[in-house]
């Protein structure tokens, strides 16, 4: 893990127990101003516990947390004013409309009223629902919601803004309005921290990434150097030839770090670069017949599949 | 946890409890309560108006009778209250923390930056105010409408006796507002928690009148041949009637709106020599006699309030 200059959000050996059940295992995590970080994992592995021991929304078992330097057990309130919460499935007062819903919470987070109304008309701007503003939240849909959340993250002028499975049950459209919103938050310079189980939007997002098992953090860094790591290349081709031994063939081949065969005499090769034209001539060179071959980035999804494979979710869920 | 807490527990607190009693002021569920108890109090002061004016006579205290006045088959306006308020309270406090939770709004709220402390308060105190606002306006229609009808103003010492008596209406209203927000914070589902407050006001209202008795003779036997034990019966009897809220409450109004009333419990002719039979009492001993029911029904809220506060406190906002 390399060092972060300044993190804003430092948290050592954090656990928290739930009776028997230890949901969160000494983690250790630090995120520094203005990144974009994903907490990945299954269901159950500590993600939102993790989430909720940052806003201090819960007491950690043991362990130190540090939000923008304060601890938020002491100093709840400053954090809790410095931080903006999305939290999984979002709820509002159905029968207020949007505008009212962002009032009551500014007016808690102390903003006064002539300032409060203004940045929510920004903020309701900015998240395209505008022209609903006065309707009530029970006639939103599920990704109109999620937008709401994200302005009541904007009306705060947060600094951090932590989500937690922000687009968990949209649409694929929504879901794509809602990254595009997450990337505007981002550019802005705030600090995001995100979980879900979307690993090609996390990849496409994120700066970089904590994998999450049972409560600890498996893996923790860029989503390049991870699929480096786990995987042990970014690139996959997939090859197929006959007439050959594809492992005999590309042994010693630089940037290769693995050759896999898979079915009907097709072979998946996982390498650092793009290694395409060296197979190639490998292959040719040793009378073989080469008939495709492809190439794609390895993606987070392998990454996460490769690294929980053998995991039993029952027991991590 | 050591050290102190930075901040006021109290910061936000007016926000949640104005927006907690303007969405009482709006929600269906009250208006039909509200409306049900408007019905009724103008029914029995109606029927109470009639009974006077067929009877009238010379009485000091003519105009406290609209309230205590009972004409078949109404109930006085009294009792329509000691019954109907715990329904008010029991409507507005149900669902104030199961509600958040089913909501989903619990960890939004809670993400801004107030202290758990300040939603539970501000939540009893937004039911408070809407049962002071309706209790007063309530209070406010009666005296009209008994102005109206029967064409006399009332007294000063009337006036002073009716608002020592809606105040011991506040804090009984306010003791089943606990009840309904403690259950509220221990039971996880809103229906469970309406019904589970439904059933203590039915237990107190209807079987607990009948459990007392059968309950004291078993814990204190009355031996014909000792006449103390009847007594000691009668004691434990009352002893255990007024662990009910609506007990205290009647007692309470009944001193008050009754400046005859001499005691609340068991009187011997020894103790009412020189007495004058049916003569009122001051204001100032009437208090003296309620007393000790106002400080037991605020006991009571306390233990409840703090009950809802502490098991809220200690739950994970994660439901």
New interface residues.
Partial sequence: MSAIEAPVIEATGLTKR?GRFTAVDGIDLAIGKGEVFGLLGPNGSGK??TI?LL?G???PSAGEIRVLGLDP??????V??R???L?D???????LSAVENLA??A????LASPEAGKRIAEALERVRLSDVRDRRVSTYSRGMRQRL?LA?VLV?GSEIAILDEPTSGLDPQSTQELLDLIRELAADGVTIVLSSHLLSMMQSLCDRVALFRRGRIGLIGKVADLTADVLGGTHVVEVEASGVDLPAVLAGAPHVSAVTPLKGGRWRVDADADVRADIARRVVNASGALSEMTIRQSSLDEVYVRFFEGEDHDRAA | MTGRREGSPFSGLSTVALKEAADHMNSARIHLVMLLVLLTAIGSVYAAIGQIKATIGEDQFLFLRLFTTAQEPLPSFVSFLGFLIPLVAIALGFDAINGEYSRRTLSRVLSQPIYRDALLTGKFLGGLIVIAICLLTLWLLVTGLGIVLLGLPPSGEEIARELAFLFASFVYAGVWLAVAMAFSTLVKSPATSALCALTLWLVFTVFWPMLAPLVAGAIAPVDLLDPMTAVHQIAVQQGLSRISPNVLYGEATLALLNPATRSLGLLFPSQLSGALMGAPLPLSASLGLVWPQIAGMIAALIVLFTIAYVSFQRQEIRA
């Fill in positions: 739930y939102t516990t909720l806003l929304l819960t007491e057990l002491r100093k709840p309130l400053s809790k004013r931080v903006g919460y939290p499935q979002i709820g509002f007062y159905d029968h009551y919470t007016r808690l987070a102390g959340g009541e705060k």
